[in-house]
Nanobody
Framework: QVQLVESGGGLVQTGGSLRLSCAAS????????MGWYRRAPGKERELVAT??????NYSDSVKGRFTISRDNDKNTLYLQMNSLKPEDTAVYYC???????????????WGQGTQVTVSS
């Protein structure tokens, strides 16, 4: 099985920065894609950013402010969030699309989430 442990969330003022981390552990045969999603109160979960190899993808709402990166050696995913706005307040979830040993296909795995609160 695989575990995703997020950290780095917290309370920050408008315009501030936070860096989220997601450490993946367990037996992983191959990683296709990793990403960050978020769910704001009363809203559905939405994509924030993904990274597949050298290719990154961002939602329009965070483009230019957030940067996703990955340390392959440590199997750790990061999200650098700058110029934070109150509308960025949400629970942020790490997502991993990977093939585990003995599994016949790639599956999605999720972390437990970390709260980010941006005060105005």
């Amino acid at each position: 099985q695989v575990q995703l442990v997020e950290s780095g969330g917290g309370l920050v003022q408008t315009g501030g920065s936070l860096r989220l981390s997601c450490a993946a552990s367990g037996s992983i045969f191959s990683i296709s894609r990793m990403g960050w999603y978020r769910r704001a109160p009363g809203k559905e979960r939405e994509l924030v950013a993904t990274i597949r190899g050298p290719t990154t993808n961002y939602s329009d709402s965070v483009k230019g402010r957030f940067t996703i990166s990955r340390d392959n050696d440590k199997n750790t995913l990061y999200l650098q969030m700058n110029s934070l706005k109150p509308e960025d307040t949400a629970v942020y979830y790490c997502n991993l699309n990977a093939l585990l040993p003995g599994m016949g296909k790639f599956n999605d795995y999720w972390g437990q989430g970390t709260q980010v609160t941006v005060s105005s």
